[in-house]
């Protein structure tokens, strides 16, 4: 049985294709072909998961977009999976009416409602093929999941539920409405999926409470329905690990909004901030030179897949950039000595021709060289991947190098960690070599929330300077009125222990052998610090008490009466979290949340904290988020 | 035996998820469980909703007549559904001979049987060689929409997969076997005195069973001549000692001739494989939204180009507007003023 939330969504996905029967061992059974039709969120979810030649290896001969044209297949089985929208329902009856294919098996990426069924059923009869419908299935998967503890929610559509829609002046009660739903069917999803009822906890009057009391209701519901619940046996299947629940974690943005516009200084986090890392997929425009009778340099665009199955991403992706750097250049050196063995192998090959022991020799040899080129595929793929590193690496220097991300990360981490800073910020800002305009809103917005208080004065003053940088300062004025809004207070103290260290001298020197010119970078190293999130998870786990935590909600599915309360009476800690961002979220926080739990089982606690959150926004498009508020009020 | 592997498997399976040590029984009841927990089968609801419909829009008897009868199934999907049971059959049949070439006892070798198996797995590959082959023919034959095509296209590869990753497994298992059939008689030559070189050597003694009685009867004859007899029968060891010895000689050689034969058919196995490989190169790496970014990029060019188009028909709009007003007032102009 698959352990984690991404094991267990593959799982249910081969099974889906499988015809909704248990897999078994693929190789002795008939072979079954079958076309797969998805829409976009069935894309989105299918593209992380499973490559093409894993569906191939599933029988899947075709897989095609439920809206573009297909052509009729007469004798294949066609598995859909599809969101019930009235728009791809609409679309199905029309398959069903031209005849497309031989049965139908319809899956739902969550549950299709009564009357939708009905829409599709009298579809079905008009076109008389009811009795090719083979199978209708909810499939209850309507989260993306990226990492084995990392999962969000929409990818294509993530406008509708970002910060920006809810936070923005004009919204609607129905709007909300609508966001709030889809939030708690992917979670409710996840939680069918995982098969666990968790325990609930949120903050109090904002739309994580919305989200946690809807959510509460959804579980009780289907607990209470005794001839469809999901959680049934749940008692028995979770006694085999533990007799714990799982605590379920809800967080509002506004908790912490510093965060998302932090320039940061680790791999993946990095890739997603300047990169735009999308579905663990990079895109990088790389400048080649080319030939061209003009001589200009053409932009080259390149995909990189980074796939949990690549070893050096899952080690790496944490590490700050320029470990990941020395990292590349060691890989980069074994691979080497494994290539000149293969060639030297060839070299030997070669020279025994004429010799009188060749074939004494020969045999061996021939043994040698059949296990190499059983391991050539294994080397080529490593080369790939080294290739692919090596890429992306030396694209994110060039990006360090041009906007001084180093120095950013630095006086930030400083500016959260109530540090002195080395450089005024306003010559940071007057600076014209130091970073884009959008660096320099960032880095004044985290002044502005984690730095000492400033007047109202001196803010003006800040604007001026940002004004004559070419800044737009739209989304200073939503900041403002958020902070004076909030009156957080408390918030600067909530960073503490913070902050950098160069590394001297001496592992700037070991660096200089590497091949990445790391000169000009600083050499930083990230002292471990807690984000908000993390704190609170950690005295939410802990059952430490907390001013800010105090007040949370507590919600208990499992109980029979919704007690508003909100005593918990759990009194022992958990050991198992998923956090839950409403309104954007990013790498940061995870690798805050990973790197917390790792720490908490490394002294004996052991931890899992699972990170969610309702859209991956990374820096410059929550900055605009921002920008869109702020020129909106 | 195959419900033995599969139980084998499930049990490392699970114990690889952290279970410890279960029967294959729980494990597949939890599966079952599972099934039941994350996914919810809406069939019957569907048909019920699809009967209630039918009664109630009331030609439900004449929708119920005409029953969509089972649509004739193409030749190419007949063929590939035989394909594919055959495929699974000589799954099954290796599996047997994996089995039996597994086995490392002396005394429970079945050679019989395990060569009989081979040469029906070999028959089957061919057989299904050329059937797959012949499938690549009618695929080719009917010139069929682009959908189609890519779908038999991609269920001969398949096939073809299918195929070569079976004729590999039979290769690795009678190389298996070879090896096991090597160690058997290493360890019989340890333990009885090499059953092939006795034999071998009784049989050149049939040779010179006449000589020998010859001599011995010369020795039993002559008392006299014992000293030239020893040394006639001295040299005659010594010539029996030199037959065996290039017996021996001939015997490595052919022992090396076969393991150059067998390196060179290796080889030829490595060449196969490599061609192989870089055929499957391609389809690896891919996602399956990878063509869409194309398309998006496209859609976003052809948008870009409607805009531009677009603009211009707006700004040659103002023009003739403007050069209209103009004209419209000089007529103005010219009616008042000149009339």
Redesign the interface.
């Given at each position: 049985?698959?352990?984690s939330l991404r094991e267990?969504q593959i799982?249910?996905l081969k099974?889906?294709l499988n015809f909704?029967v248990?897999a078994?061992?693929a190789?002795?059974?008939?072979?079954?072909?079958k076309?797969l039709v998805y829409d976009r969120f069935g894309?989105?979810i299918?593209?992380?998961l499973?490559?093409?030649?894993e569906?191939?290896?599933m029988?899947v001969?075709?897989?095609?977009?439920l809206h573009s044209e297909?052509?009729?297949?007469?004798?294949?089985p066609a598995i859909y999976f599809v969101m019930p929208t009235d728009d791809n329902i609409r679309r199905i009856g029309q398959d069903f009416q031209s005849q497309l294919y031989?049965t139908y098996y319809l899956?739902f990426i969550s549950?299709?409602s009564?009357q939708r069924?009905?829409e599709?059923?009298?579809a079905?009869?008009h076109s008389?093929?009811?009795?090719?419908?083979?199978?209708?299935?909810?499939?209850?998967?309507n989260f993306i999941s990226l990492e084995d503890d990392m999962f969000t929610l929409r990818h294509q559509d993530r406008d509708s539920i970002s910060y920006y829609a809810l936070n923005k002046g004009d919204v609607k009660d129905t709007e909300i409405e609508h966001i709030m739903d889809t939030v708690v069917d992917s979670l409710f999803s996840v939680f069918?999926?995982l098969?666990t009822v968790p325990i609930i906890r949120c903050p109090r009057g904002n739309a994580a409470e919305m989200v946690a009391e809807k959510l509460d209701k959804k579980l009780r519901e289907n607990i209470r329905d005794a001839r469809?619940s999901?959680?049934t046996?749940d008692n028995?299947?979770a006694g085999?690990f533990s007799f714990q629940r799982p605590l379920l974690v809800l967080l509002d943005r506004n908790l912490d909004l510093a965060t998302m516009l932090h320039h940061t200084w680790t791999y993946q986090a990095l890739s997603h901030d300047v990169f735009d890392l999308q579905?663990n997929?990079v895109d990088i425009e790389e400048s080649v030179e080319s030939r061209t009778p003009a001589g200009g340099v053409v932009k080259k665009k390149k995909?990189y897949?980074l796939q949990p199955f690549d070893k050096f991403w899952q080690a790496q992706k944490g590490s700050p950039f320029p470990a990941v750097a020395e990292a590349v250049q060691v890989e980069l050196d074994s691979y080497r000595t494994q290539e000149g063995e293969v060639k030297k192998l060839k070299a030997a090959m070669g020279i025994e021709g004429e010799d009188e022991s060749a074939?004494?020799m020969?045999?061996d040899h021939?043994a040698k060289?059949?296990s190499t080129?059983?391991s050539?595929?294994e080397l080529?793929e490593r080369k790939?991947l080294i290739d692919q590193h090596t890429n992306i690496a030396t694209a994110l220097l060039e990006q360090i190098k041009a906007r001084k991300l180093d120095v950013y990360f630095e006086t930030e981490e400083k500016l959260m960690g109530k540090s002195v800073l080395d450089q005024s910020l306003m010559d940071m800002i007057n600076d014209h070599e130091c970073g884009t305009p959008q660096d320099k809103v960032r880095l004044f917005i985290i002044a502005l929330l984690c730095g000492p208080p400033m007047s109202d004065a001196e803010i003006d003053q800040y604007l001026i300077a940002l004004t004559g940088a070419n800044c737009d300062t739209s989304a200073l004025s939503y900041i403002r009125k958020w902070k004076a809004y909030t009156k957080m207070t408390a918030a600067p103290s909530q960073y503490a222990g913070g902050g950098t260290k160069t590394v001297g001298m001496f592992s700037k020197l070991m660096n200089q052998g590497s091949q990445f010119l790391m000169e000009g970078v600083k050499n930083l190293v990230i002292k471990k610090h807690n984000l908000p999130a993390t704190r609170v998870v950690d005295a939410l786990m802990d059952m430490k008490s907390l001013q800010d935590v105090d007040d949370f909600r507590y919600f208990d599915p499992k109980l029979l009466r919704s007690d508003s309360s909100g005593i918990p009476r759990n009194k022992s800690p958990f050991q198992e979290a998923y956090v839950f961002m409403v309104g954007g979220g990013n790498y940061i926080e995870y690798q805050n949340l990973v790197d917390y739990a790792k720490n908490k089982s490394n002294a004996g606690a052991p931890r899992k904290v699972v990170y969610g959150c309702s859209d991956l926004t990374s820096a410059t498009q929550f900055l605009k988020q921002l920008e869109r508020l702020g020129s909106e009020n | 035996m195959i419900a033995r592997r599969r139980r084998t498997n499930s049990g490392s399976d699970s114990k690889q998820n952290g279970i410890s040590s279960q029967t294959s029984q729980t494990f597949v009841s939890e599966v079952l469980l599972d099934t039941d927990m994350s996914c919810r089968d809406r069939t019957n609801e569907f048909f019920s909703a699809a009967k209630l419909l039918q009664s109630r829009q009331g030609n439900g008897a004449l929708a119920q007549k005409r029953n969509p009868a089972l649509r004739q199934r193409s030749e190419f999907t007949q063929i590939a559904k035989k394909i594919g049971r055959d495929l699974a059959n000589t799954f099954a049949k290796l599996e047997k001979l994996t089995m039996l070439a597994k086995k490392k006892s002396l005394f429970d070798d079945k050679p019989v049987e395990i060569q009989e198996l081979t040469y029906i797995i070999n028959q089957d590959i061919q057989g299904l060689n050329k059937q797959i082959a012949q499938l690549q023919q009618v695929a080719r034959s009917h010139p069929n929409a682009r959908h189609v095509q890519s779908h038999s296209n991609s269920v001969v590869v398949s096939l073809q997969s299918k195929l070569a990753t079976m004729s590999n497994d039979f290769k690795q298992v009678l190389e298996v076997r070879t090896e096991n059939l090597k160690h058997q008689k290493t360890r019989r030559d340890q333990f009885s005195e090499s059953p092939s070189n006795t034999t071998y050597s009784n049989h050149s003694s049939v040779l010179f069973q006449d000589e020998m009685n010859h001599s011995q009867g010369a020795t039993g004859g002559a008392d006299v001549v014992i000293n030239m007899d020893g040394l006639d029968k001295n040299r005659f060891q010594q010539q029996m000692q030199l037959v065996d010895q290039q017996d021996d000689y001939i015997q490595d050689r052919a022992d090396t001739m076969k393991n150059i034969e067998s390196t060179i058919v290796e080889l030829g196995g490595i060449f196969t494989q490599l061609a192989h490989m870089v055929k499957e190169q391609e389809e690896i790496v891919h996602r399956i939204d990878s063509n869409t970014d194309d398309a998006v990029m496209n859609v976003e060019a052809a948008h870009s180009e409607i805009l531009k188009y677009f603009q211009s028909v707006t700004s040659n709009r103002w023009l003739m507007i403007k050069i209209f007003a103009v004209l419209i007032l000089f007529f103005i102009i010219f009616v008042v003023f000149m009339a």
């Open positions: 049985m698959a352990s267990k799982l249910a099974r889906m909704n248990p078994t061992k190789t002795t059974t008939e072979p079954q072909w076309v894309q989105d299918i593209s992380p499973l490559t093409v030649k569906l191939r290896d029988g001969t075709l897989h095609l977009k297909r052509d009729p297949i007469p004798d294949v031989e899956n549950a299709i009564r069924l009905e599709i059923a009298s079905a009869i008389n093929c009811v009795s090719q419908v083979s199978k209708v299935f909810d499939q209850y998967l069918v999926t098969g469809s999901f959680f046996s028995i299947q085999q579905l997929r995909t897949d074939i004494s020969l045999s021939t060289l059949t080129v059983s050539l595929p080529l790939r | -």
